[in-house]
């Protein structure tokens, strides 16, 4: 009888432990996935794109003020465009660029500043947004105001400097 009550009492612990651990499992908070993390940024690149295709034709001045909506440089639409979407970046695009994090040309994605430097004196003089796709939407020339543009195989890619993501 004693043999019997063993193993009773070892097959009621047997089950007794299963259903715990798979009752527990069912019970802990489940992790957020890492891909709702991204998808958030995805989402406010998007919102980012959308707002500065708002402005396209807007035109281009050089130092416009900040704020204004009549009027860009490439760095008061970069901020312009950000401010609205909850981030916020310096005035110029020597600033902007020391902000967020740095981020390998192999490795932009939407919503990221692209800055490059087409006078090639080795000064930061343009930032503009990457798209995907291999474009880019900024502001650079009076004439042209707010447009997109290729930026796989133009100028702003040969004059790359940096990118930073900021989002």
């Given at each position: 009888?004693?043999?019997?009550?063993?193993?009773?009492?070892?097959?009621?612990?047997?089950i007794?432990?299963?259903?715990?651990i798979?009752?527990?499992?069912?019970?802990l908070?489940s992790?957020?996935?890492?891909?709702?993390a991204?998808?958030?940024?995805s989402?406010?690149a998007?919102?980012?794109?959308?707002?500065g295709?708002?402005?396209?034709?807007?035109?281009?001045?050089?130092?416009?003020?900040?704020?204004?909506?009549?009027?860009?440089?490439?760095?008061?639409?970069?901020?312009?465009?950000f401010?609205?979407?909850?981030v916020?970046?310096?005035r110029t695009?020597?600033?902007?660029?020391?902000?967020?994090?740095?981020?390998?040309k192999?490795?932009?994605?939407?919503?990221?500043?692209?800055?490059?430097d087409?006078n090639?004196?080795?000064?930061?003089?343009?930032?503009?947004?990457?798209?995907?796709?291999?474009?880019?939407?900024?502001?650079y020339?009076?004439g042209?105001?707010v447009?997109?543009?290729?930026?796989?195989g133009?100028?702003?890619?040969?004059?790359?400097?940096t990118?930073?993501?900021?989002?």
């Open positions: 009888m004693n043999n019997t009550n063993n193993r009773i009492i070892k097959t009621f612990a047997g007794t432990l299963s259903l715990t798979a009752f527990s499992a069912v019970l908070p992790a957020q996935p890492v891909s709702a991204t998808a958030s940024k989402s406010v998007d919102n980012v794109i959308s707002t295709k708002k402005y396209l034709g807007v035109r281009y001045q050089f130092g416009a003020p900040a704020g204004r909506t009549d009027v860009f440089d490439c760095s008061s639409f970069t901020q312009y465009v401010k609205k979407n909850g916020k970046l310096p695009s020597r600033q902007q660029a020391k902000v967020g994090s740095y981020v390998p192999s490795q932009i994605r939407a919503g990221d500043l692209v800055f490059s087409t090639r004196d080795g000064i930061i003089n343009h930032v503009g947004i990457y798209m995907g796709n291999g474009k880019v939407i900024h502001t020339k009076v042209v105001g447009t997109i543009s290729n930026f796989k133009s100028s702003w890619e040969r004059n790359f400097v990118a930073r993501r900021v989002i």
